[in-house]
């Protein structure tokens, strides 16, 4: 009998799985690498020192808890070798497509002879609405199971090529990609495309998502912080944001509010909401990275929906 290992997008999920008739082990993938420096090279010990250093400056992530919590499930994973077929979990989100074209990387290096199959959630129902795998009733997990994709070699390839792009320092490449539709990842393009919106605007310095943020603050005028960030979370679109990553956008843009309770944007965020200055050199910060590239030595022109090099 062929044995199975599950790798999973988080914990939540994890908790759902083992309640469900599946066999096999299961693994956690705990990380959020649509965050912060990458490198290709994962599970090396210069990949962990990497994301080490960046959760720890900009999420107080201990050294405890990340052994605990990141080192030894990935320790796990590297232990189980014998698996006939290794079964994915992830979403149609940038955070989880990204986590999913790492992993991959590393199956590709590590587990050359296994079969990998994918259950990736998203449009369920044939609405506008996208779900994640927590959203959905036990029957649509099994039937999602049951109608898995399994990647070819090409699959697992592009994926690798895909990952190795989100790693190098210019994303320009990965906007002159489009062949995502000759292989078996539905929500792939939309993840680079929103990614590529992560990078400052020419308009006013600020990125696609810090944007929204302002324009809700500015429409709907939320009672709290918390609201607000509630608000984001609902009708975040492609990001797969948690209320943490709203927390440390909203510190970035700080000088922009008069006051959180209620939330009400300064004359200067006025201003820059409306393109009439720029908010660039104030946010401009010389060690953030999305994936391999700074952050701020790129614009994205919302117009032509290409990336410019400074």
């Known amino acids: 009998m062929s044995t199975q290992l599950h790798i999973t997008n988080g914990d939540s999920f994890t908790q759902r799985l083992k309640t469900l008739p599946f066999k096999g082990d299961i693994i956690t993938w705990r990380e959020m690498l649509c965050e912060g420096r990458t490198e290709t090279n994962v599970g090396s010990e210069s990949f962990w020192k990497t994301r080490f250093e960046f959760l720890h400056k900009n999420y107080n992530v201990s050294k405890s808890w990340f052994i605990e919590k990141t080192l030894k499930e990935y320790r796990s994973l590297c232990n189980h070798k014998q698996q006939d077929e290794i079964i994915l979990w992830f979403e149609y989100d940038l955070f989880c497509q990204i986590n999913m074209i790492a992993v991959l990387s590393w199956l590709k290096t590590h587990r050359r002879d296994s079969q990998i199959s994918l259950v990736c ?15 959905i009733n036990d029957d649509k997990i099994e039937n999602l199971y049951k109608k898995r994709i399994f990647l070819t070699q090409d699959d697992i390839e592009f994926a690798d090529y895909v ?33 590529l919106k ?20 500015a429409e ?10 509630q608000n984001m979370l609902s009708n975040q679109g492609y990001y797969g944001y948690g209320d ?10 700080k000088p922009l509010f008069t006051t959180y309770s209620p939330v009400r944007l300064s004359k200067k ?38 990336i410019l090099k400074l």
């Open 220 to 229: 709907q005028k939320p009672k709290s912080k918390k609201a607000l960030i």
């Open 121 to 135: 959630s998203g449009n369920e129902d044939g609405s506008d609405t996208l779900y994640g795998l927590c959203d």
């Open 198 to 217: 992560r990078f400052p605007s020419i308009k006013n310095g600020l990125n696609e998502l810090e944007n929204r943020i302002l324009h809700l603050a």
């Open 244 to 253: 943490t990553q709203f927390e440390r956008i909203l510190t970035s843009l």
């Open 163 to 195: 990952w190795q792009l989100y790693c190098s320092d210019n994303p320009i490449r990965l906007e002159n990609m489009s062949d995502f539709d000759h292989y078996h990842f539905d929500y792939l393009s939309n993840s680079i495309k929103v990614h």
């Open 269 to 306: 965020g006025k201003d820059i909401l409306e393109g009439k200055t720029s908010f660039y050199s104030q946010i401009r910060d010389n060690e953030t990275y999305l994936g391999g590239a700074l952050k701020y030595n790129f614009l994205y022109n919302s117009e032509s929906s290409r």
